[in-house]
């Protein structure tokens, strides 16, 4: 059994990001019945989903720490807790700050709680087929708004906002809760040591912290960085742009049901290719391909055109996601995967809120999106020139023990 566990951790991870990502994620579809029920405005409503992805940044990087020294499993039940217990307070909230404070914070926080940790245990089970699996994981993230959100949708229209939630809220820990007892640490294996090659780097970081402090980590986090403030501002302002161009609303928003699709077959992609033509080349192509794809939208008006852009974009963005994981582990060991790539993905938050944000000043100023698209593709290919500075890491021809079946 201990041969092929990997790919049990592989499925437990893509189960329990679905559901935690698509129970955090909904909230879209909560804002108008919400604002009808409490008269609460939009934009109090939609700023709990903006506190929730900064909080979730910021609380990965801790849970991604913790999970270094006690292991992914007990972090992600204690945030499956949190989870449920902030969706349950925030559909009882009677008052906008305490809904805020609940979906912002506490749902926020264990949102963090479902990458770094589960990242970190999943790579430490395979050698050969590390990209795929950790592709396969995120596939969950992918699936999500295509099956939470239409599920909350009809919970809403049936129950009500507030037993909707309610029910996504119990369901969510009903199912994450024993899924995470499957999320264990891999054996201890012998690793072989990794250099840059034409180089004599140093050894990996002994700590934690010090890892945080290498070239390495400053390269991963900036592409991190510039790769999420990149195609945020594109991804959230298509529909509005759609419908610029003459698009209906639901036309307009079947445009990331498209993304959607395309970046589950991104992933796959992605992580073969990665396994075969090795992480770095395939991360510096696929970023490319999504600056020339947001560069793009500034020559589509038709919805066709932009059902195929989707289709580009949403395969771009969807798989080169995955390989950062796959990348921290070729410069780091496990024992700092954790707070390696809660770090990394604390600063990947930071770049998402640039985008809606940036997106939203550059059109108001020029009444037009097409300053959004040129910012935005300039900053996708500063990602690809970031990622470039990677040093390959070259193997040392020792061999090491595998774990077979999960290789």
Partial sequence: MERNYGWVVVAAGALITCVAMGAMFSLPVYLQPIADDTGWTRAGISAAMTVGFLTMGVAGFGWGTLSDRIGAMPVVLIAAFMLGTGLLIASRATDLL??????????????????????AATVGWFDKHRSLAVSLVSIGTGIAPMV???????????????????????????IIAPASFLIRRPPAVMEPALTPAGSDAPARPASAF???????????AGTFFLCCAAHSGPIFHTVSYAMICGATPIAAATIYSVEGVAGLFGRLFFGLAADRLGVRRVLVAGLVLQAVGIYTYVHVSELSEFYMLALVLGMAYGGVMPLYAVIARDYFGPHVMGTVMGAAMMTSCIGMAFGPIGGGYLYDTFATYDWLYLASAAVGLGAAAMALAFPAPRRKEDAEPTLAGAT
């Fill in 148 to 174: 939470i959100t239409p599920f909350a949708s009809v919970l809403i229209e049936t129950y009500g906002w507030r037993s909707a939630m309610t029910m996504i809220a119990i369901a969510a820990l009903v």
């Fill in 98 to 119: 305490t809904f805020q404070i609940a979906y912002g914070g506490l749902v926020g926080a264990s949102g963090g709680a479902f990458f770094a940790p589960i990242m």
């Fill in 210 to 220: 010090s890892a945080l402090a290498t070239p390495q980590f400053v390269v991963l």
